[in-house]
């Protein structure tokens, strides 16, 4: 198994609060993803980092930030929490971005964001 | 923006029967990608597909890619309780660097006795 973790696994917070969640992987790939999961909707990319301090927007990124200050680590962040963002987040990892071979991308356990 | 549409989206059978899973993209591409994921749990990779006509398989389940068509397809053979689970097939969009992935919505598939 890839080792990626995630943390926290599970978090309640309430409308309008900050809430940042941790990605971190020990396998040095260059390349990090934030998901997010809802029912009906599959997965949907947050944002995602190509390298330290690179990262960009995916598809639903409004009201998320992300950082990268060391490989290891993807911080994704809720400036100001909304009921809408109750979710489940799974962070990926990549070795190569173009899909090389036969890189995939791998998963972490999740975290289950509940938002009141 | 890359569509991916899965087929059906819930999937009920009886353990020993044959079904397949379909997974349509808008654009080209030539990589495909097939997951599971358990209740509560993370999403596991199955089968990676790199190019037209690729066939991949393990034990009851065999993916197949047509390029063309913008079709996958995941089928599964004398089905068994252990495979009940939700099903993703993932695109890669060959526009970007990045190798940026679209997920379609799953296929949540229940075998039963």
């Known amino acids: 198994d890839a080792g990626i973790t995630q943390s926290p696994r599970h978090k309640v917070t309430e409308t309008g609060t900050p809430v940042t969640l941790r990605c971190h992987q020990t396998?040095?790939?260059?390349?990090m993803y934030w998901y997010r999961q809802d029912p009906g909707h599959g997965l949907r990319l947050i944002h995602y980092s190509y390298g330290v301090k690179d990262t960009d927007k995916g598809e639903v990124s409004d009201g998320y930030s992300v950082s990268r200050s060391k490989t290891e680590d993807f911080l994704l962040t809720l400036e100001s929490a909304t009921s809408s963002q109750t979710s489940v987040y799974f962070c990926?990892?990549?070795?190569?971005?173009?899909?090389?071979?036969?890189?995939?991308?791998?998963f972490g356990p999740g975290t289950r964001l509940t938002v009141l | 923006e890359l569509k991916v549409e899965q087929n059906p989206l819930f999937l009920s059978m009886q353990e020993g029967k044959n079904y397949t899973i379909y997974c349509n993209y808008s654009?080209?591409?030539?990589?495909l990608y097939w997951y599971r994921q358990d209740p509560g749990k993370s999403l596991e990779s199955l089968f990676v597909?790199?190019?037209?006509?690729a066939v991949k398989q393990e034990g009851r389940l065999m993916a197949s890619l047509d390029t063309k068509a913008r079709l996958s397809t995941l089928h599964i053979t004398a089905a068994v309780h252990d495979l009940s689970a939700t099903y993703f097939c993932a695109v890669e969009d060959r526009g970007s660097t990045l190798g940026r992935l679209y997920f379609g919505r799953g296929t949540q598939l229940t075998v039963w006795p």
């Open positions: 990926a990892i990549s070795e190569t971005g173009q899909g090389f071979s036969t890189d995939t991308q791998y």
């Open positions: 654009t080209t591409s030539d990589r």
């Open positions: 597909l790199l190019s037209n006509g």
């Open positions: 396998e040095n790939h260059r390349y």
